[in-house]
């Protein structure tokens, strides 16, 4: 059985038909990279998976490891093993990181029946993640994300994954908005978490990315379907050719 | 003309002016003080419940908030002290200095009044009333005028007892002070509690009333808080309990020449609740934080109403007010501030925030600046809305459960404005009753 099964997935926003009929596939253990220009659906892909209110499912359905999501809450979700790292992470005020943290990661333990994290363990638990992504511990004394440049948002998520050790992550743009040092400490924080058991869907508009979380497929986005699928090099390909081709087939 | 104005008498004036016509040989003072509850009666008797049509008491209309009046609260009973033990129990961690009325009335067997800290003095107001004080002679009913204010009237026609503190000058009192206010019995009753505190120049002192009545209490208390020249002063008044009662609650507060003074209202029990704090600068470069935090379900509603009188310059007031209402509950916030026109380098800022959980709630938000200086800074803000949504479900998409993070959310909200209390204890206190307030809702 694939972990992630999409099909024929009809999505509008706001009455406006974002995606037309998508299928995507996604095994065990790969990691496929999901490119196409900017307004194609990306993020709306992204977020009808996490379940945003907004995003409505006319047709067709998502199934993670069999089950389909489409009939859960967005918590209940996540506890299945889906995370998706916001393209825009957002700010949460008078939240502390670490309330914030230790009540998401406590909340999944217990809807997996486990038993929640002691203090101690806790902190021992963020302080390493945090060290691995060299995420300040003061920062996260902070409200969420607040007073956090750009960079350190999308680290701040990829902390966030680390810590809740998903199935099936998806990454929207995560690279945007990193310097380069940042970048290869994010990359190596997603190859850490690569694993035969867990797969990655990781949006992004840049090759470059992809240099460092070498992707087994990638596929192309556009008007709302996938339009290609092919090995990483279609990744350099597009780099060359842009997308004009396949909006013209979406179309 | 007489038959007039009892015909358009409610039921709850009828039934009050009753009861003082009873109770005024028995109600404690001498002939002054007789004279105050007079005067106050008369003014009352003319003037009737606060309702709707007094400017002030637009949102809160006593006339048909209070369908009866109950009968004045008699002496506290044995079974009901051997109740009031543990009464405070929620402010335990706070290592307080506990002060036990039941009904409005002193009971000293159930105060901790053992060694009490240098400079500090605390007597029941009755006695006070009945035997005489320097302090009543030098302050009662004129730190703040009140301006003819109904309520305020009839809590001075119907005063029993309370609390009268001193701190005297010089005097740091460590331990806070805590007023525990509550209920005798399950047979309401009506309260008219009165309490004077007075701290001296340089003095520092943290005052802290936890009023816990129970079904449906009709409350009237009224403080009056000299704050003196350079002393520093935290009060907070907490008005908790269950059922539905009514607490009219009014404080007049002067603040003297460099002092600081930091008021925290923190409501979650109570049908009908009014807040109102009419607090005056009296001496320049002083500082005041007043704040407030108001949990409301059900078909509670709750009125903070501020006057904040800057009657002289240089002083700065911060005024940071946060309701969350669920179900068909109603909060209302009217602030005002006034700048007399001597009192220039005034700053003041008002910010009041309605978190609406329920679309049948209803936040009603009335700020007014009066200034007649020019050279200040004045401004209030006031938002009222939903969850942000987008913020609920990062949190869901996290894991976490909609009811919980919703709790999240709101207790981020008000915790902006409790953040604001410097004591630490009383601070984790009222965060755990926020935390079971929204347990409760789940
Ligand atoms: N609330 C909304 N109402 C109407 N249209 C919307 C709404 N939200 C998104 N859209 C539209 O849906 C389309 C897809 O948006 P989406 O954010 O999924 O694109 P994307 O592929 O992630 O783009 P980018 O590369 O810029 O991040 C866009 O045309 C966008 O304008
Ligand atoms: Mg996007």
């Given at each position: 059985m694939p972990m992630l099964e999409i099909k024929n997935l009809h999505v509008t926003v706001d009455g406006k038909?974002?995606?037309?009929g998508l299928d995507l596939v996604v095994n065990k253990g790969e990691v496929h990279a999901i490119m196409g220009p900017n307004g194609s659906g990306k993020s709306t892909l992204a977020y009808v998976m996490a379940g945003k209110d907004g995003y409505q499912p006319t047709q067709g359905e998502i199934r993670l490891d069999g089950e389909n999501l489409l009939d859960l809450q967005p918590d209940e979700r996540a506890a299945k093993g889906l995370f998706l790292a916001f393209q825009y992470p957002l700010e949460i005020p008078g939240v502390a990181t670490m309330t914030f943290l230790r009540t998401a990661l406590n909340a999944q333990r217990k809807k997996r029946g486990l038993v929640e994290l002691s203090t101690p363990e806790f902190l021992k638990t963020v302080r390493a993640a945090a060290a691995h992504l060299e995420i300040d511990t003061d920062m996260l004394r902070r409200g969420v994300n607040v007073g956090f440049s750009g960079g350190e948002k999308k680290r701040n998520e990829i902390l966030q994954m680390a810590l809740l050790e998903p199935r099936l992550a998806v990454l929207d743009e995560t690279d945007s908005g990193l310097d380069i040092d940042a970048l290869k400490i994010v990359s190596e924080g997603v190859n850490r978490l690569r694993s035969p058991d867990r797969s990655f869907v990781v949006i992004t508009h840049y090759q470059r990315l992809l240099n460092h979380i070498v992707p087994d497929v990638v596929q192309v986005l556009s008007r709302g379907r996938i339009v290609k699928t092919g090995g990483k090099e279609l990744a350099l390909e597009l780099e060359a050719t842009g997308y004009a081709q396949y909006q013209d087939e979406a179309a | 003309m007489n038959a007039n104005v009892l015909s358009a008498k409610t039921e709850a004036e009828l039934t009050l002016a009753k009861a003082y016509a009873s109770a005024k040989p028995n109600l404690p003072g001498d002939r002054k003080i007789q004279a105050l509850r007079e005067a106050a009666f008369r003014h009352f008797d003319a003037q009737g419940l606060p309702h709707r049509r007094i400017e002030e008491w637009k949102y809160t209309d006593l006339r048909t908030l209070m369908h009866d009046a109950k009968p004045l609260a008699g002496a506290p009973s044995a079974a009901s002290r051997a109740q009031a033990k543990n009464a405070g129990q929620l402010l335990a961690a706070m290592d307080a200095r506990r002060i036990v009325f039941i009904d409005g009335a002193f009971v000293p067997e159930l105060s901790d009044l053992s060694g009490l800290e240098k400079g500090l003095t605390i007597r029941s107001m009755h006695d006070a009333l009945a035997g005489g004080d320097a302090l009543i002679t030098a302050h009662f009913g004129k730190v703040v005028p009140s301006d003819g204010d109904g309520a305020i009237a009839l809590n001075t026609a119907l005063m029993t007892d309370g609390a009268l503190v001193r701190v005297a000058a010089g005097s740091t009192v460590e331990r806070p002070v805590l007023l525990v206010f509550t209920a005798s019995g399950d047979k309401p009753a009506s309260v008219f509690s009165r309490s004077l505190v007075v701290i001296e120049q340089d003095a520092r002192a943290m005052l802290v009333e936890s009023h816990e009545y129970k079904n449906a209490y009709q409350v009237n208390a009224v403080l009056e808080l000299v704050v003196g020249n350079e002393a520093h002063v935290d009060h907070v008044k907490i008005f908790g309990g269950v059922g539905d009662a009514v607490h009219i609650s009014s404080m007049m507060a002067s603040i003297g020449t460099r002092a600081r003074f930091n008021d925290f209202s923190f409501i979650t029990g109570g049908a009908v609740v009014r807040n109102q704090i009419f607090m005056r600068f009296d001496g320049e470069g002083a500082l005041a934080g007043i704040r407030g935090a108001s949990l409301l379900k059900g078909k509670q509603h709750a009125d903070n109403t501020l006057v904040l009188d800057h009657k002289v310059g240089g002083c700065q007031s911060r005024e940071v007010f946060k309701t969350v209402l669920d179900d068909e509950s109603r909060g209302v916030f009217q602030g005002k501030i006034i700048v007399r026109p001597d009192a220039q380098k005034t700053d003041a800022k008002m910010m009041t925030q309605a978190l609406l959980l329920s679309e049948d709630a209803e936040a009603d938000n009335k700020p007014e600046l009066e200034i007649f200086a020019d050279d200040v800074q004045c401004g209030h803000g006031a938002t009222t809305g939903a969850l942000d949504e987008d913020l609920k479900f990062y949190l869901m998409a996290r894991g976490i459960p909609e009811k919980e993070a919703e709790a999240l959310l709101v207790q981020a909200f008000v915790g902006e404005a409790i953040?604001?209390?410097?004591h630490a204890g009383l601070r984790d206190a009222l965060l755990g009753q926020v935390a079971s307030w929204l347990s409760a809702r789940v």
């Open positions: 038909q974002i995606l037309n | 953040e604001g209390i410097e």
